[in-house]
């Protein structure tokens, strides 16, 4: 075998017993996000928030303001409101799930609906306590947003579908979401850009979400946000439409 085919033979025996790469565990890629944005005892010290911002429909034309207020434990309410169409709300108090509009009136969520929504009204907590949510995270590969290389990772809800979630493999942030939302119409993929990440207290948030949604492309842009403000009793109450569905 002449010197060329010996090192050709060699380098494809070497290329056939590469190791495969190793990707970090899905806990391992949430505990280094937290650390990026702040680090444990900062998530820790937050115990609510208020945001405040601008929501638009690019395909509808519409653009309206957008309020969503978070507190422990696992309480929220979304508040938009579009001119000439009115206001939106829905919400939890950690019992029940609901929404309310001038469009379509209020309902309680149930099943994976409900679910989703108790999930998300854990806020930036559930990369602290993601056993709680998730029976599991797990990195499943590498794959490119927006040309650069980020860990997927697959976090599987106690109850529901599945999250696919994006982590920048150089900055350790979330840049991308997607998953399937159960609403009245059915199941619909959602897929979210995540950007714009600027301090908040002692916290890196993202300021800039870009969502798609059944076609419609929504554009959320955060302008201000509160860290641990004093909230009203009865600010996550649900409306009067909603209390009369619960008798």
């Not at 070497?14 to 970090?24: G, H, Q, R, V, Y």
């Not at 944005?37 to 911002?53: D, L, P």
């Not at 976090?155 to 529901?160: D, K, N, Q």
Request: proline letters at 6%.
């Amino acid at each position: 075998m002449g010197a060329a085919a010996k090192l050709m033979f060699t380098l494809l025996l070497s290329l056939l017993f590469l190791a495969p790469e190793e990707f970090p565990k899905g806990e391992a890629v949430l505990a280094r996000f937290v650390e990026v944005t702040g680090g444990r005892a900062a998530y820790e010290q937050v115990r609510g928030s208020i945001s405040k911002g601008t929501i638009a429909m690019a395909g509808q034309n519409l653009k309206g303001t957008m309020t969503v207020y978070e507190s422990e434990p696992s309480r929220q309410l979304t508040v938009v409101e579009f001119p000439g169409i009115g206001r939106m709300e829905e919400g939890t108090d950690g019992v029940i799930a609901w929404s309310s509009s001038a469009l379509e009136g209020a309902r309680l969520k149930e099943g994976e609906e409900k679910a989703l929504t108790l999930r998300s009204a854990s806020g930036q907590r559930k990369f602290l306590d993601w056993k709680k949510l998730f029976k599991s995270v797990e990195t499943t590969g590498i794959e490119n947003v927006d040309g650069k290389p980020c860990y997927k990772v697959v976090l599987t809800p106690l109850t529901g579908k599945p999250d696919t979630e994006y982590y920048d493999k150089a900055s350790g942030l979330l840049v991308k979401e997607t998953a399937t939302v159960v609403m009245p119409m059915g199941e619909v993929p959602v897929s979210m850009a995540i950007g714009g990440y600027r301090k908040e207290g002692a916290i890196l948030l993202p300021h800039s979400l870009q969502q798609s949604l059944a076609g419609q492309r929504i554009d959320i842009t955060i302008e201000s946000v509160s860290i641990n403000p004093e909230f009203p009793p009865k600010r996550f109450d649900p409306p009067a439409d909603v209390k009369a569905l619960i008798k």
